[in-house]
């Protein structure tokens, strides 16, 4: 007897994307795309609606986000899993993600018979990872936790962009000395002692966004 397919529901904000997926399931008998969404929340009603084992799901969408769908989907108590598929994977991405609730966490450049073996496990209820996240989240766990105040994650984001402590100072309408008072307790907490290091510190702890390169 023949298992029924994995009933799957895309949720990506670019059409382009959501072809891309439904073809790849659409030859392959051991699948069914139940619906597509573009948004969180559209992804969430479709969930209540059409019932699917896995929902994929972007993270970075407008309106609706990811994280707050996969938030939604737990709290209405839907059984569907949630298997994230994006581009992102710095912690400040997937340690929310994970936390929510999502079962898997997938990049975009994951070969089309690794992202099916991924939603069938995911549709079982297993854990499933890119070798990237799961190294991040090991990492995240042996790395302690480093909180910066609002004002010491802004300099760092400018630094970040490459603006020297005057620039800094000129831009927060702050002394050029508070600048650098607040530099140095940034090399402290993050344990470096150069800016090159406290940015690439910043995006190894999620504390910087890639956008921000």
């Not at 790849?24 to 009603?45: I, K, L, Q, S, Y």
């Not at 938030?71 to 710095?90: E, F, N, Q, S």
């Not at 005057?166 to 530099?183: D, G, N, P, W, Y």
Request: proline share 5%; no cysteine; hydrophobic share 45%.
């Amino acid at each position: 007897m023949n298992e029924a397919p994995v009933r799957v529901l895309i949720a990506d904000d670019h059409p382009v994307v959501r072809d891309g997926i439904r073809g790849m399931f659409a030859g392959d008998p051991g699948f069914e795309v139940v619906g597509e969404a573009g948004d969180g929340a559209r992804a969430v009603e479709l969930a209540r609606t059409s019932k699917p084992d896995v929902v994929l799901m972007d993270l970075r969408m407008p309106g609706t986000g990811g994280v707050d769908a996969i938030r939604d989907l737990a709290r209405l108590g839907l059984p569907a899993r949630v298997l994230v598929l994006t581009t992102y994977a710095t912690d400040s991405d997937v340690g929310p993600a994970i936390e929510a609730g999502a079962t898997g966490y997938l990049l975009k450049d994951a070969l089309p018979e690794d992202l099916a073996r991924a939603v069938r496990l995911a549709a079982r209820g297993e854990t499933v990872l890119s070798p990237l996240v799961a190294s991040r989240l090991v990492g995240r766990v042996r790395e302690p936790a480093v909180s910066l105040s609002d004002r010491e994650l802004e300099i760092l984001r400018l630094i970040a962009a490459g603006s020297t402590n005057r620039e800094a100072a000129a831009r927060l309408f702050i002394s050029e000395a508070t600048v650098k008072t607040h530099v140095l307790h940034i090399y402290t907490k993050l344990g470096v002692n150069d800016r090159a290091a406290a940015v690439a510190a910043g995006f190894r702890r999620g504390l910087l966004d890639a956008g921000e390169r």
